[in-house]
Every structure is written in C-alpha cells, then in structure tokens.
C-alpha cells in the first residue's frame, strides 16, 4: 500500500462519521494481516484455531515460527502479544508489543494491549501513556478513552 492510502486511512480513524471510521479500521486490520500474503494469513489463520482450541503451546509454536521465518511480520508478533496477555504472561506480551510498535508504529491494537497489560500490572500511568498514545491514532476509541479513566481513577 502506498503512503497516500495509508496516510487516507489513517485520517478516516479521525474521521466524526462512525462509519468511516469503522471501513478504515477494517482495512488497516486488512494490511496488517495479508502482509505476508496468503501463507502468512494461513498460518495466522491456523494459529487462532489453535488458541480457540485451547492449544495454548502449539500456538506459541506456530507463532513464534512463523515470526523466525518473517521477523517483520508485525501481525504474528501481536497475535503471540495477545496469547501471551491472554495467559497472563504480561512481560513476555509487552515486549511483543513494543516490537510491534517498532516495526508498525501506526499499530493500535499493539499500544491498545501494550496498556491493557500495564494495568494488569498495575503500572497504571504506562497504561494511561499507552492508551493515549492509541488515542492519537484512532481518537474515537471509547474504550480506550474508558480505560484511561479507569486507570486514572485507580490512582487516587
């Protein structure tokens, strides 16, 4: 995709039409996971059955493999971030997180779960930085703006 697309969807995120705003989050969510065309998918694909299954090692395997054979795969990166969060493996998710964010810097989901896994460890300001730096990008995300009062109010 080229900058200009990008640069249109990311300025539909910003966009008051709810429904913009819903087409360009799709799309972005599009990229991310055909990045790597239809083997990258697949595997993508094939590692959520497994995690449905409640095949939690055997989708860490695939995960991970897939990330040694496409290190630039954001995508495979944030699904293994949100196996590890969902497992309570939050070091292990926030460093997969921010590698996200490193190689996708637009990634809202990543900074989304980067501060979902902040609070959970109660690190409550990382948490309010991350969800707002994921405000930045989509400043319509009512969670996100949830989130941060939830946090703030934890605070005090």
Not at 9 to 34: H, P, Y
Not at 45 to 60: C, D, K, M, P, V
Not at 100 to 110: D, Q, R, S
Request: hydrophobic share 45%; net charge negative; with cysteine.
């Amino acid at each position: 995709m080229n900058k200009a697309s990008m640069d249109s969807l990311l300025q539909d995120l910003k966009n008051a039409d709810e429904e913009v705003r819903d087409q360009a989050t799709e799309e972005l969510w599009r990229i991310w996971f055909n990045q790597k065309g239809t083997s990258g998918f697949q595997a993508l694909e094939r590692a959520q059955r497994l995690l449905e299954s409640g095949e939690i090692t055997q989708t860490e395997a695939v995960l991970t493999d897939l990330i040694e054979a496409m290190p630039d795969f954001s995508e495979a990166i944030n699904r293994r971030a949100v196996l590890y969060f969902l497992t309570g493996d939050y070091q292990k998710a926030i460093a997969d997180c921010q590698a996200v964010i490193c190689l996708t810097p637009i990634h809202f989901g990543a900074l989304h779960g980067l501060g979902l896994c902040y609070a959970a460890l109660g690190d409550y300001q990382k948490a309010i930085q991350a969800f707002r730096e994921a405000l930045k990008i989509q400043p319509f995300a009512i969670q996100n703006q949830r989130l941060i009062l939830e946090c703030t109010a934890k605070l005090s």
